[in-house]
């Protein structure tokens, strides 16, 4: 059975380091004939508008947002210029076939991807379609040395893109790369070529479709680029609370920031008792939603022919989504990647130990 058609309008997020080269990435690809009709948010830092100046081409769909850094304060203006920009596609004044937003150089993706599945009007029109983190091999490791904002852009990405690599030595740009791996082990990297890479590059990174083949989703969740072994747990719950003492734990203060991300990917062999399921993710995203930066998973469930596609960001989580039945002779393993910030050594790890515990409390 072929995929759903999913008529939302693909939202793609390009975000980085004040001097990443975003500019330069936008410019190209508003050139770029394979690009396609685009609509375009620049998100503008300080009084002067120096991102929406340097833009060279430009055309009657693209919004500026006025107020500054792109954070929780300007959901309201986020969400104004997502709304009238569908209104007007659908109204015929305007016509584009997805979204791109630029942010600010200090900007946090969480809250713009919070927004997006937050406001009802909003997921019902568009689609996480990928976040896109520039990442500056000439300045990036100084950059990530002195501010968590550029750690967390590098966290959240689905791809990184690495710009001016040709002003570094390759034992340089080797050791970068290996930085943000660690930072981000799930992320695809890819180098720029004069600040330029292939529109589709950036594209068609977000969830699959409904109906969709799981190979897919398991190639979206990229868990096996980050497997960590998962400690045994040997009883359901724990006197300590469900997933144990350390699932309570904070981070304790860093001293590189690059620490203060936690990421962890599983790999779970059997179909999942859907009450377990239930309780563990409810119980992540209560307990620890707001450090969650990015989840990922393909799940298949006890008792479920077809398995699903979840994504969330902090405590918020798309709906699930159905994938097409599995192939003979295709594999029943759940997938897992959660990507989070000040959590301690060994949280993620014994909250999936969990997940992969016998459920014979449940039955």
Known sequence: MPPKADKRLPVTLITGYLGAG???LLNALLKDASTGPVAVLINEFGD??????LIVESTEEMVLLESGCMCCAVRGDLTRALTDLAARRKAGQAKFDRVVIETSGLADPGPILHTLLVEKPLAEAYRMDGVVTLADAAHGPATLDKGFEAVAQVAMADLIVVTKSDLVSAEALATFQKRLKTIAPTARQILAARGQVPAGALFGLGIPAELAQATQAEAWVNAAAAPKPLPALTQFGSQHGLFGAAFNATQPWAAKHDDRIRSVSA?????????LFNIWIDTLIQLRGPDILRFKALIWLEGEAEPYAIHGVQHVFDPPVKLARAPKGGDRKSRIVIIGRDL??????????????PAEGMR
Not at 267 to 275: A, K, R, T, W
Not at 344 to 357: D, I, M, P, Q
């Open 22 to 24: 975003k500019t330069t």
């Open 48 to 53: 002067v508008g120096l991102d929406h100046d």
């Open 267 to 275: 790999v779970i062999d059997q179909p999942i008792h859907p009450g």
């Open 344 to 357: 301690a050594e060994g949280v993620l790890e014994e909250s999936l130990a969990f997940l992969n515990s």
